[in-house]
């Protein structure tokens, strides 16, 4: 047994030697290290002592059982100075060799010359998107108190007592768990514009806005109500939105891989093989688009009627996606 094992030692030896040499003789490189991966999906390089070397086809390669991350392998090839990638993750090299380094690859050239014969494994790359609709737990509202008067100083004093009167209210109406916070002030002087002539100040212009962030949104319409009671005239913007997202995402993403490994399954079977292993898995989750009620036509109408009418507010649903992008190895008897 002892002298088995050294002479498998020499003929590992031998076979790297002469794998070298032959490299040489043609005028390539032979280069030694271990396969890594690249960032885009399915991309492959080796990893040397000295510097990295990007595969530039890997692809020929890809169903061998031995060609994995983190192997060892041996190639010849050329070192391609012409070829830029988009990553120049390494050196760009055109394998004309690529094999298994050490015993493993003196057990895999003994298995080819005895014609053995090995699943083999092709990778394919799949994806999977998923919608989740989920009813919002919040909701914004952005109001304001704009007044006019000749000077600056009656502007802002007009402004200063309406905003109080609308805070109290909106603090009133939205509740003790409500945040009423002030988003934006301006204070502008209103010109009058003629043809060829300097423009004159015809008077001033305050704006007050408060934004009102509350989590029970049987509430939206009556702060709304109170607060063009309590003064404001413009409703800025009116906004839903999920806080506690982390379930639906969760399950947006569930879904969206489930449907990416259907497909691997499916590629599978019309090949007439199954699902080896899953070699990488990314995630891309889409935009959260927030439906928007637009209060600001109607606001207009309101402030004149405000107590006549109450604000209807009708709550749509918001739109989670995922998307996943799966790579696979489908096992086929050769």
Do not use: C, H
Request: charged letters at 20%; zero cysteines; aromatic letters at 4%.
């Amino acid at each position: 047994m002892r002298r088995s094992g050294l002479m498998s030692a020499a003929s590992v030896a031998v076979l790297s030697l002469l794998f070298v040499a032959q490299a040489a003789a043609q005028g390539e490189i032979a280069v030694r290290g271990r396969i890594g991966r690249t960032v885009e999906a399915g991309g492959r390089l080796i990893d040397s002592p000295k510097q990295k070397y990007l595969l530039l086809n890997a692809d020929r390669w890809q169903g061998e059982t031995w060609f994995g991350a983190g192997a060892e392998v041996e190639a010849t090839g050329e070192v391609r100075r012409d070829v830029v990638t988009t990553q120049m993750e390494g050196t760009p090299f055109q394998a004309r060799t690529l094999r298994a380094a050490g015993a493993a690859g003196a057990q895999g050239t003994t298995a080819a010359a005895a014609g053995a014969s090995l699943p083999a494994a092709t990778r394919v790359v799949v994806s999977g998107d998923s919608l989740v609709q989920a009813r919002p737990d919040t909701a914004m509202i952005s109001v304001a108190v704009v007044t006019q008067a000749q000077t600056a100083l009656a502007a802002q004093q007009e402004n200063a007592r309406r905003s109080e009167a609308m805070v109290r209210a909106l603090k009133s109406a939205a509740g003790a768990g409500a945040e009423v916070e002030t988003s934006g002030y301006s204070l502008q002087p209103q010109y009058n514009y003629r043809e060829n002539q300097t423009p004159i100040i015809r008077g001033y212009e305050a704006r007050n806005t408060v934004t009102v962030t509350l989590g029970d949104l049987s509430k939206v319409g009556p702060v709304i109500d109170a607060a063009t009671a309590a003064g404001a005239n413009n409703i800025d913007n009116l906004s839903f939105t999920l806080r506690r997202d982390e379930p639906a995402r969760d399950q947006a993403l569930a879904a969206a891989t489930r449907e990416a490994l259907r497909k691997a399954q499916v590629m599978a079977v019309a090949l007439g093989g199954r699902v080896g292993r899953i070699v990488e898995v990314q995630e891309s989750s889409g935009g959260r688009p927030i439906p928007i009620y637009d209060a600001r036509a109607q606001a207009r109408g309101m402030v004149a009627q405000a107590m006549e009418a109450k604000t209807p507010v009708e709550i749509g649903t918001l739109d989670i996606r995922a998307q996943v992008q799966l790579v696979a190895e489908i096992i086929t008897e050769r």
